[in-house]
């Protein structure tokens, strides 16, 4: 497992991926609306990982609930896993609580699944797995 990437809540995207360029030294190498999560979301590559912007796109995103009670920063860390079912069950078995039943389309080519931060010491944290065609 290792760390796939930092998701950062923003407000404003293109906004946020000067502040990121300036702060990296790189431009980003993706832009993607996920619409099924309302985000737009913007990626950076940095060494063995990648940071993540999110912005929402509607109200009831869950990037547009966390900035509106947070503020921007820090939002989730995702992992990156081989086989997404297995590490699911495994986590369930744990005693972790998902929060998705199946692993859903993710951005950046990836299926993923989400952990509720409450039974993560308070870290909401993604799994992910490359969609293999
Ligand atoms: C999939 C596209 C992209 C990708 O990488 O491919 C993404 O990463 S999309 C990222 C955005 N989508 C999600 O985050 C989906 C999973 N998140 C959720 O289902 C909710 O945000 C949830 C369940 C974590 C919280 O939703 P809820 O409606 O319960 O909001 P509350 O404000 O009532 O929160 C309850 C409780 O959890 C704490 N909380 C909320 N968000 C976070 C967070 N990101 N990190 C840590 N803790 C969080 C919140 O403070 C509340 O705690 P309390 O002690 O009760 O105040
Ligand atoms: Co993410």
Redesign the pocket.
Known sequence: MHVE?I?IAVKNCQDANQLFEKLLGVEPYKAEK?E??A?N?SFFSVGNTKI?L?EATAEH???A??IE??GEGI??I?FEVEDIHAEMERLRSQGFQL?NEAP?R???N?L?C?V???TAN???V?L?QEIRE
Do not use: R, W
Request: charged share 30%.
């Open positions: 990437h998701g996920v099924s999560e985000v979301t993540e999110l995103s869950a990037i609930k966390f009670k947070k939002h989730h995702a929060l859903k993710g951005a950046d990836k993923v989400f509720h931060p409450k308070g870290v909401l993604e992910c």
